[in-house]
């Protein structure tokens, strides 16, 4: 009997377990989820990792945002002043994350408040596992609360780093620090740095604002050095990735080494100049102030910028290869073009942009803006060629 009575209960029990995942399967389909509506154009600002590192504090921030407005760059469109890792030093006993009180002393909420009291906007980072790449606390298991603490400072940016995360999945992580930024009722421009290992061009475009394709850059034109790469293999890998970035949802070959001093004017003008062609998020990465007036100039070249500022928001592609000398070209609102002429080679050379590498009639007469020297050049049909020194670049509107 009392063998009968237990099998009756093990059936009960085993009912009532079967009917949990039956549940689950009918509960009501979710919305899909719509993008946040932030960072239409890509985003423009300053981030602290390329010159300082770890090497950061309160002052090096104010420093930053003040020469950002003083240096013009304000007004060349440049925006976010983001703080990349190494600002945590630990959790309290609610697990609330804190902030370094050696180098930031003031607090986050003040040295937000100073950069917002500046016109600028503020910007944080974060790790999607438990520790960040210099072995913070990452947000892990706190993506609610992090938001919400980010939103009390009055954060305005979030990039969202990748490392200690091991067997975690990608799409369902980010989606969970997407939700958590929504949930905390700010805007909070979400940048996806997962390096590309996951295809985030894939699936980040409802949950971020802009995701990372590759590696790290370092100040080097061409070559790799462990896991960082040269400002031409970056490049090479945003070939084939130019449908998936538009208004809102940007690929994001990372910041920019513009002004740290290991490459040539001639190459950190080329590496702005293909930036703002690829509709980059430009992120200077240079001590802002300390640039030289040479460095400043390339950074708020107001007529690349509006290239890479264009409403329509199109990547541009690599249009014509021809060894070292290569053409990348985009449509601009209005219905002109943006064409960049690279000389990768070691010697100047001319290099030529032809109306057919453009799908345009040869017979078109175009008016020629150099974006570089300010000025009109006369009509150019058929193709336009100048002459571009060693891993220099022209950089023209056709219209
Ligand atoms: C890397 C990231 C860099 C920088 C660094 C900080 O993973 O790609 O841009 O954020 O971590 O530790």
């Known amino acids: 009997m009392k063998r009968i009575f237990s099998f009756l209960i093990s059936l009960l029990v085993l009912g009532a377990m ?22 239409l154009t890509p985003p423009m600002g300053w981030n602290t990792w390329n010159k300082f590192g770890c090497e950061i504090n309160e002052t090096v921030i104010r420093q930053a945002a003040d020469a950002m407005v003083s240096s013009g760059m304000k ?25 370094d009180a050696k180098r930031f002393p003031s607090g986050m909420a003040a ?13 944080i980072y974060s790790d999607a596992g438990k520790l960040t790449c210099g072995k913070h606390p990452g947000s892990l298991g706190h993506e609610f609360q992090d938001a919400r603490t980010y939103a009390s400072w009055g954060v305005d940016y979030l990039k969202y780093d990748w490392c200690s995360t091991y067997t975690q999945d990608a799409k369902s992580t980010y989606e969970t620090m997407s939700d958590a930024l929504r949930a905390s009722g700010r805007p909070i421009v979400f940048s996806i740095c997962e390096w590309g ?35 031409m293999d970056i ?22 080494e513009v002004g740290n001093g290991k490459m040539t004017l001639e190459e950190y003008k080329s590496h702005f100049s293909l930036w703002a062609a690829l509709a980059a998020p430009l992120m200077a990465g240079n ?7 040479e460095i400043k100039a390339i950074l708020t070249n107001k007529e690349v910028i509006a290239v890479d500022q264009d409403p329509l928001g199109i990547q541009a592609r690599r249009v014509a290869k021809h060894g070292d000398f290569e053409v990348w070209a985009r449509p601009l609102q209005g219905g002109g073009r943006a064409v960049v002429l690279l000389n990768r080679s070691s010697a100047s050379h001319t290099v030529t942009v032809t109306w057919d590498d453009l799908h345009l009639p040869s017979s078109l007469s175009l008016k020629v ?20 020194p060693s891993h220099g670049v022209a950089m023209v509107r056709l219209e």
């Open 111 to 123: 040295l937000g408040e100073y950069i917002h009291s500046r016109g600028l906007k503020f910007g």
């Open 235 to 256: 490049l090479d890998l945003q070939v084939g990735l130019e449908s998936y970035s538009g208004p809102g949802h940007w690929n994001d070959p990372d910041m920019l």
């Open 18 to 39: 079967h009917a949990v995942p039956a549940q689950a399967e009918t509960s009501p389909p979710q919305p899909p989820r719509q993008s946040n509506g932030l960072a």
């Open 287 to 293: 001590d802002l102030a300390a640039m030289t007036p």
């Open 369 to 388: 803006r150099d974006l570089w020297a300010h000025k009109d050049l006369p009509n150019a049909k058929g193709s336009f060629s100048a002459e571009v």
């Open 75 to 99: 007004d060349a469109g440049y925006e976010y002043i983001v703080i990349d890792d190494c600002w945590q030093s630990g959790r309290d006993a609610k697990g609330q994350i804190v902030a």
């Open 197 to 231: 290992l996951n295809k985030p061009w894939l699936w980040g475009k409802t949950i971020g604002n802009l995701w990372r394709t590759t590696d790290d850059i370092y100040d080097h034109w061409q070559g790799k050095h462990g896991y960082e790469h040269g400002v």
